[in-house]
C-alpha cells in the first residue's frame, strides 16, 4: 500500500473488531492492509486489553493516534476502558460504509476492503498532516 508510506514516522495503533461475523473479519482485514507495509502502523488485540496484556497496553501508551475501526454498533473496539486515551478516529463500518452485517465470517468481499482500507488510509493521512 503505497500511499502508507506517505504517512509521517509517528507510531499509530490500529484497534479493529475482529469479530465473528463478517463485518468482524471484515475490519480484521482492514486493519492487516494498513499495518502490512508501514512500520509505524501496529495492530493491537483488541482481547489483550481488558486482561491488561503489556504487549496491547504499551502499544495503546506509546501511540501518537489511535485508530479504530468497529465492525457494528455494539462498538467493542471504541470502548477503550483499559486506559486514559481515546481513539482520535473511529469507524463502524455498518453505518460508515453500508456493510450489511451476517454472521457468516468468511462471507468478506475483498472489493469492499479494499475500499475501506483506501478511505482509512485517506483520513489517517489527513489527521496526520
Same mark, same amino acid.
Given at each position: 500500500?503505497?500511499?502508507? %508510506? @506517505?504517512? %509521517? +514516522?509517528? +507510531?499509530? !495503533?490500529?484497534?479493529?473488531?475482529?469479530? !465473528?461475523? /463478517?463485518?468482524?473479519? =471484515?475490519?480484521?482485514?482492514?486493519? #492487516? &492492509?494498513?499495518? *502490512? $507495509?508501514?512500520? &509505524?502502523?501496529?495492530?493491537?488485540?483488541?482481547?489483550?486489553?481488558?486482561?491488561?496484556?503489556?504487549?496491547?497496553? $504499551? #502499544?495503546? @501508551? &506509546?501511540?501518537? *493516534?489511535?485508530?479504530?475501526?468497529?465492525?457494528?454498533? =455494539? %462498538?467493542?473496539?471504541?470502548?477503550?476502558?483499559?486506559?486514559?486515551?481515546?481513539?482520535?478516529?473511529?469507524?463502524?463500518?455498518? @453505518?460508515?460504509?453500508?456493510?450489511? *452485517?451476517?454472521?457468516?465470517?468468511?462471507?468478506?468481499?475483498?472489493? @469492499?476492503?479494499? *475500499?475501506?482500507? %483506501?478511505?482509512?488510509?485517506? +483520513? =489517517?493521512?489527513?489527521?496526520? /498532516?
Amino acid at each position: 500500500m503505497e500511499d502508507v %508510506k @506517505e504517512i %509521517k +514516522k509517528d +507510531k499509530i !495503533a490500529i484497534v479493529a473488531c475482529s469479530g !465473528a461475523s /463478517n463485518t468482524g473479519q =471484515i475490519t480484521n482485514e482492514v486493519a #492487516k &492492509n494498513l499495518c *502490512k $507495509d508501514a512500520e &509505524n502502523f501496529t495492530m493491537v488485540c483488541l482481547a489483550a486489553l481488558p486482561l491488561g496484556a503489556r504487549t496491547a497496553m $504499551d #502499544k495503546i @501508551e &506509546n501511540a501518537k *493516534k489511535i485508530i479504530v475501526v468497529d465492525g457494528c454498533p =455494539i %462498538k467493542c473496539a471504541s470502548q477503550l476502558k483499559y486506559t486514559d486515551k481515546k481513539p482520535d478516529i473511529a469507524f463502524q463500518i455498518m @453505518e460508515d460504509y453500508g456493510v450489511k *452485517k451476517v454472521s457468516d465470517p468468511n462471507a468478506v468481499d475483498l472489493e @469492499e476492503v479494499d *475500499k475501506i482500507t %483506501k478511505d482509512v488510509l485517506a +483520513k =489517517i493521512k489527513n489527521l496526520s /498532516n
